[in-house]
């Protein structure tokens, strides 16, 4: 590879690094851009935390997180290339002071610095003020914000505020790692280079949308973050909304971080109100109670290990979302999401009308609507339902549902389906904003968000129980079935 090739050096600075999804999602996905020659060699990655640590343990933690989440082995060539990148730096993060050891190991300033909170939101404001503190903020470093951001709009626009006093908009990347998911990224080549769908992506053709990310696991230890947040803060007002903005926007004109942006926004703002006068018509809210999973027993939100007894935090939520706008008028999209669920599970699903006559009756007695599905995890991949004629010689015209599979690893069976984080980790390395969220999304998916939250509170009911392992309340199928339609399972 010659060096016109590699990306330009970087200083990845990772506030948190010893943590979770430092662990299992930021390292692996910086060794893998390493793997392919997409860290330029003069990048180190810069692991910021509050324990104290020496080289050779932080090696030895890097190593051993890389041998668990690295699916395919490792390559001790680029292992030990990847290992000389790093440098540790203790830190209280709230200690403004402090951060003048930072300046010592990045003292030079001639590579562009990537600061990623990977910490919880409420210290993203003390993160900042330290690096300014420090002067280790230019105008052409970045900082990249996960999310949740905040519990609510007021709680964002004080986080947003914090971290706007130091970094520009245009420096700014907020994460949502659904994002840089191959499937989600197909959506915009799906919708707007097949003029098979191009012509048909409106009120005129589809009937209704469903959108489901399913969760086979609990609250794995993270009782203190979920109870506060549940399924509706820490899923709908982000990743399914996310999504939804894809499916719905309008055309962009071209593929610019402001073009993408400005039509998603348009497409959440012209979501419909869930309020106080509508929300047990329009949302279902579930808590998981004891089931069964594979076949083995799982305790019930109330039984995990640390629980609040009387919590009201729903693991489950169904919404049916309408978009008030000329392309979407009267078709539904259906939201569902939760925890202890059969399986892990994310799709698409998209309905469209259906014939409005049938000449097959005699082999096919009603014609079924043709599906296009989605699926964003675990098998990555599209798939096209429709109507074929069964070859023979009989007289009657015999026809079948089939389906076109485009299964990504069975397509590209010698091409690796590349990590959210590793797409998104590159993206912010190349400056390049298309793929993250802007603060009018965020303020705007808060806003929809809040109202439902507002109004469950005020109806004061508790969420509907469901047994491990089910795919939710029955409420949930009742919500559906009011329109005459019925999830895909």
């Not at 203790?90 to 990045?106: M, P, R, T």
């Amino acid at each position: 590879m010659k060096n016109s090739d590699y990306q330009s050096a970087s200083e990845i600075v990772i506030f948190g690094a010893l943590g979770d999804l430092s662990r299992r999602k930021l390292l692996p996905a910086l060794y893998q851009l390493d793997l392919v020659g997409l860290l330029n060699p003069e990048s180190r990655i810069v692991a910021v935390a509050r324990q104290e640590m020496d080289a050779k343990e932080l090696t030895e933690f890097v190593v051993e997180n890389l041998t668990s989440f690295v699916k395919e082995g490792l390559d001790k060539e680029t292992l030990a290339r990847f290992t000389a990148r790093l440098v540790y730096q203790q830190l209280d993060f709230k200690e403004g002071k402090a951060y003048a050891k930072l300046a010592d190991i990045l003292a030079d300033g001639h590579s562009t610095r990537v600061y990623y909170f990977s910490t919880p939101p409420a210290i993203y404001g003390d993160i900042s003020d330290g690096l300014k503190a420090a002067k280790l903020i230019t105008d052409k470093d970045r900082v990249v914000m996960e999310k949740p951001i905040g519990h609510c709009l007021e709680s964002s626009k004080v986080i947003n505020d914090q971290v706007s006093r130091h970094f520009n908009e245009n420096q700014i990347y907020r994460i949502d790692h659904y994002l840089g998911k191959e499937t989600v990224l197909n959506l915009l080549v799906l919708r707007f280079a097949n003029s098979l769908l191009t012509n048909n992506w409106d009120r005129n053709s589809i009937d209704h949308i469903q959108i489901t990310v399913a969760e086979s696991v609990g609250i794995e230890g993270r009782w203190g973050f979920y109870d506060d947040a549940g399924q509706m803060r820490d899923m709908v007002q982000n990743h399914l909304l996310q999504i939804l903005s894809l499916l719905a926007m309008e055309p962009p004109a071209d593929l610019s971080a402001e073009s993408i942006r400005a039509e998603k926004l348009k497409a959440v703002k012209a979501l419909k109100p869930i309020d106080r006068t509508n929300v047990k018509d329009k949302t279902v809210r579930g808590q998981y109670a004891d089931g069964f999973l594979n076949g083995s027993p799982v305790p019930g939100y109330l039984n995990e290990e640390g629980a609040n007894k009387s919590s009201r935090t729903e693991t489950f939520v169904a919404i049916k979302a309408e978009i008030d706008n000329w392309r979407w008028k009267g078709v539904p999209f259906y939201l569902r999401t939760g925890k202890r669920m059969p399986a892990k599970h994310s799709e698409i699903v998209v309905h469209f009308k259906e014939q409005p006559h049938n000449i097959f009756k005699d082999s096919y007695a009603d014609l079924p609507a043709n599906k296009l599905t989605i699926r964003l995890q675990p098998d990555e991949g599209v798939e096209l339902q429709m109507m074929n004629k069964i070859p023979g010689i009989a007289n009657q015209m015999n026809i079948h549902e089939n389906k076109l599979d485009l299964s990504f690893s069975e397509t590209y069976d010698n091409q690796r389906v590349v990590d959210a984080y590793e797409r998104l980790m590159l993206e912010v390395i190349n400056g390049n904003q298309s793929l993250f969220v802007s603060r009018d999304e965020v303020e705007a998916a808060w806003t929809w968000a809040d109202s439902i939250i507002d109004a469950w509170q005020a109806t004061n009911e508790a969420p509907k129980p469901y047994a491990a392992g089910s795919w939710g309340p029955v409420a949930s199928i009742s919500l559906i079935a009011r329109d005459d339609r019925q999830w895909v399972e």
